[in-house]
C-alpha cells in the first residue's frame, strides 16, 4: 500500500488525530518518510489534505525540520497570499517563537494582514487564537465578538467564546453562547451535556438551575446513548440534589422519585461502560481513559 | 406485408464497427472535452466584502433561530427574538443601507449578478455548441439508412423522428436510425461520465437540466435581483409568527429518558 493510502487510512481510522501528544506522535512519524517518497509530488486533493495534516502533527511534536519542508511545499505550490496558507505559516511562526516578544511580533503581522483584506477569516481566528495563547483574555473575546458580528453562523466561534466566558466566571454570557451554537446545530449532544454542566457550575444549589442542568444532560443523552460526559453529569447532578435534600423541589416534572430513577440509571450506564472498556470490548474502546477513570470514582462515591 | 411482429432486415455486421462504435466514442470524447472546458472556463467565485458577509450570515442566523427555536429556553428565544425583530425592521444589516427603497439590482448593472450570469451562459453554451455539431454531423454522414432495432415498440408518431432519412410507410417504428442511437447515447452515457470524470462531472447534461429547472438553487438567496431588505422583513415577520409558539424540547425529557432505558 503506497505511503499516501496508508497515512489517509491512518486519518480514517484516527478522525480527530491531534487530540493527545500520543496520537499526534502517531501522525508525526509518517512526515519524514513521507516528505522522501514519490507520493509527496503528486497533485491531488488528497495529497495536499495529508500536507496540511502532517505540518499540524509537527508542530505539535515539534518536528520543526520537516514542518518547515511541509510548509515551504505548500507555499510554492498555493502561493503565499491564500488565507489558509497564512494561517499554517502564522502557526508555524508562532511554533519557533521562544518568547512573548516574539509572539507579539506574530501579532502584528496578522493584524496588518486583517487591514489589507478585512474578510480573511483565518487569519482572525488565528489571531484570536493567539491573543488566547497570550493570555490577553478580554482582547481575544473582544476580537470574537467582533468575528461573529459579521459571522453569526460560525458555531465553532461560539464554542470557543462560550469557553473563554466560562473561564471569566460569565456563566450567563456563556450560556448564551452555548445556546447560539444549538441553534446553528440542533444535535449537538456534546453542547447539551456542556450547558448542563454551565449551569450546574453556575449556580450549585439553586434547585431551579440544577434541574435546568439534569434537563439538559437528559437531552444529551437522549440524542447520544453512550455519551460518557452526559451520564456523568446526570449522575453528579442529581446525585447533589438528592444528597442536599428537602429544600431542592425544583420545577414541575422534577420530583423527587423521578431524581431517584435517573440516578439510578445514570449508575448503571456508567457501571457497563467502566466494565466494558475497562474490559477491552469490541466498540467500546473509543472512551477516554481519563473519563472512564472519573466516571468509576463517581459511581463509587455513590455506593 | 405489415407484420408488426418479425419485420427482419438482414444487417452487414459491419455496420457496428463504422457506425455505433464512431458515434459512442465521439460522444465519449466530446463529454470528456466538455467538462474540462467548463471546468477551465468557470471563473473564480467572487470575493465578496465583509458588508456582504455580513449581511448574508445575520439573516442565516435569523433563519437559524426561527428554524431551531425550540431547542433553546422561552425566554432566551424571547430575547433574540425580540432583538431581532428590531434589528432587521431598521435594517442594522443591509450593507447598502441608502438603496432601501430603490428597485432591485439590475443584473447588467450589478458585477456580483453578472459573474453569476455569465457562468451560467457558459454552462448553456458548452452543453448546446457540442451538441449541435454532432447531430449535424450524424445527419449529414449517418443518414439515409435504418441501422437497428429497439427492443421496445413504439407509436407511429416516432417515426418521423426516428427514421428521419428512411421514407416508408411499411417499416416498423422499431427499426431506427443512426440519429436515435445519438438520442440513446445522450442519456445513457451518463454512468460512463461517472465512472471516468468522478461523481459530478459537467458533461451530465440530465444535472444541468434539473439545476435549471430549480429556481431556488444555483442563484441562492442572494442572487440578482433580490432585495435584502425586503428578505430581512419576511424573515422580521415569519420571527414573529412562530414566536407565538414555543414547546421547549426540554419539557418532559427527563419522563422520555426513563421511558428509554
Known sequence: MSLLKQILDHLQKHPQPLKTPASSFQLARFAPAFLQSSDSHKDTQETWLVYEQLLLACLCVEDDVSASKLLHTLEQRFGSQRSRIQALKGLYDEAQATDDRELVEVLRWYEKLLQEDPTNLAIEKRRIALLTSLNRRTDAIAALVNLLSHSPTDAEAWAQLAELYRQQGLYQQSIYSLEEVILITPNAYNIFARLGETYYIASPNDPEQLADAVRHFCRAVELCEWYLRGWYGLRLVTGRILKEGQGMKGKEGLDRAKTERLYHVAGERLKTIVRRAKKGDKGWTGFDKGEVLAAEQLVKEGE | ?261
Open chain 2, 1 to 261: 406485408m405489415t407484420e408488426e411482429a418479425s419485420q427482419m432486415i438482414l444487417r452487414d455486421p459491419q455496420l457496428f464497427y463504422w457506425i455505433l462504435f464512431p458515434i459512442t466514442i465521439v460522444m465519449i470524447v466530446t463529454g470528456v472535452l466538455r467538462h474540462y472546458a467548463t471546468v477551465l472556463m468557470q471563473s473564480d467565485p467572487q470575493r465578496q466584502d465583509l458588508k456582504a458577509i455580513r449581511e448574508q450570515r445575520n439573516l442565516l442566523r435569523g433563519v437559524n433561530v426561527r428554524s431551531n427555536h425550540d431547542q433553546i429556553p422561552y425566554q432566551s428565544f424571547n430575547a433574540r427574538k425580540t432583538s431581532l425583530v428590531a434589528e432587521f425592521k431598521r435594517g442594522a444589516y443591509l450593507k447598502d443601507p441608502d438603496s432601501v427603497g430603490k428597485p432591485a439590482a439590475n443584473p447588467m448593472t450589478d458585477p456580483a449578478g453578472m459573474d453569476q450570469m455569465m457562468n451560467m451562459m457558459k454552462g448553456n453554451m458548452a452543453m448546446i455548441i457540442p451538441q449541435t455539431l454532432i447531430m449535424g454531423w450524424i445527419n449529414a454522414f449517418f443518414s439515409g439508412f435504418v441501422i437497428m432495432k429497439l427492443p421496445f415498440p413504439l407509436t407511429i408518431r416516432f417515426k418521423s423522428m426516428l427514421q428521419s432519412g428512411v421514407a416508408t410507410r411499411d417499416l416498423d417504428v422499431r427499426w431506427v436510425s443512426s440519429l436515435s442511437w445519438y438520442f440513446l447515447n445522450l442519456f445513457g452515457l451518463r454512468s460512463v461520465f461517472n465512472f471516468i470524470l468522478g461523481n459530478d462531472n459537467s458533461a451530465d447534461q440530465m444535472a444541468a437540466q434539473m439545476q435549471q429547472m430549480n429556481p431556488a438553487g444555483g442563484a441562492g438567496m442572494f442572487g440578482p435581483g433580490q432585495d435584502p431588505n425586503k428578505m430581512f422583513l419576511a424573515e422580521a415577520e415569519n420571527l414573529e409568527v412562530v414566536g407565538g409558539q414555543h414547546d421547549w424540547i426540554l419539557h418532559g425529557v427527563e419522563t422520555r429518558v426513563l421511558d428509554l432505558y
